[in-house]
Every structure is written in structure tokens, then in C-alpha cells.
């Protein structure tokens, strides 16, 4: 079977998310190639882009928002003084660390990716599909995902093989005529990892039974 994710599990596995296990044991499973794991080219930069925005924008958030602001207002008390500073030091060197083990996370995850992984380009046939997207309120970046497995084409010779995609952005993809295109493409949708994981073993032991 194939599996589809983007640019959400990736992120699942770099922040060490609460479905972190689910999405380790569908990459273990590509690894044995019991599954074909398959995910646009896009969602490896869309990625790395989200977890820069991030990590900027928390820091911007204590030292210019509206943590930063407060935590100023209280230094300039004097009871509270030291121990603000002392909060204000641990928050920034905690966004610094898990920022960085994110990076550190989705750099391994990238190689592996790349190593079991079907890539699927973007090319003009997508580009033209999203410029004329038929859904109404799905942006721009998730259209590219939706027809880039939309334009991966089953080998007709060969019997339909069952397909799966897996996001947890069900704002995106949970609509009813997107799941109806998906249909089409003998492909069911799934927004929760633990949800996919218990259909694909199952379709994994049918496949070996």
C-alpha cells in the first residue's frame, strides 16, 4: 500500500509531538517495505521553513512581545527583579534548546526520509492544477500537497492498489469534496495519526496473511 504524509508528520517526529510513535512505527514500516511512504517534495522545506518561523517568533515574543513587555514591567520592580531576569534567562534558553534539538530531530529525519521515501516533484502539471484548484478555502501551500498525490498515478496495468493520506490538518483537508477526490484516487483520509497507524497494520497483515 501507499502511504501518503506532509509537511505535519514530519513536524510530528522533529518537535517529539504527542503522536510521535505513531508516525515512528509507519517510518519503521517503510523501512521494511511493507509500505510505500510517499510525500511531496514541498513538505521537506515547508518544514524546515515552519520550524525557522518558530523559533523567530518566540524569541520575538520575549523580546519584543507581550511576554517580553511584561516580564520588563516586572524587573523594574524591585522585590521581583532578580527573579524575573532569572525566569526571562530560562525561557529564552529553553526556546533555544528545543529549537535546536528540532533542527537537530528534522535533519536525521530528512536523511531518512530521503532514503525510504517516494519524493513527489512539483512540477507544472501540479502548479496548473492549483492555479485552477475547484475547492473553495484551501490555501495555496496545501493545494500543492492534495494535487501533487492527486497527480501520483497508479500503474494501470497492475490491480488498484489501496492508498492512504495522513494529515492532521483537518481544517485543510477534512471537506467533503476533497475527500471525494481522494476517493477517486482509492485513497482514504485520515487526521489522526493513531487512527491511520491501527488501519495500515491492518492492511499490512492482510497483505502478508
Known sequence: MRVYVETNFILEMALDQED???????????????LVLVLPAFS??????????????????????EVGRELRQLQRSKPFHDKTKTVRDEIEVLFNESGERAQKNLQVLNARLLSIASILPLGAAVIKKVENCPFRDIKVFDAIVLFSILADRADSSREPEQRCFLSSDGKAFD???????????????????????????????????
Open 44 to 65: 521537506l522545506t515547508e518544514a524546515s521553513q515552519t520550524l525557522e518561523r518558530r523559533h523567530e517568533a518566540r524569541a520575538k515574543l520575549v523580546a519584543d512581545g
Open 20 to 34: 510521535h510513535a505513531s508516525c515512528e512505527e509507519i517510518l519503521d514500516l517503510a523501512d521494511q517495505r511493507k
Open 175 to 209: 471537506d467533503p469534496d476533497i475527500r471525494e477526490a481522494l476517493t477517486a484516487h482509492n485513497c482514504k483520509f485520515f487526521k489522526r495519526f493513531p487512527d491511520a497507524i491501527r488501519y495500515i497494520r491492518s492492511q499490512v497483515a492482510g497483505s502478508s496473511a
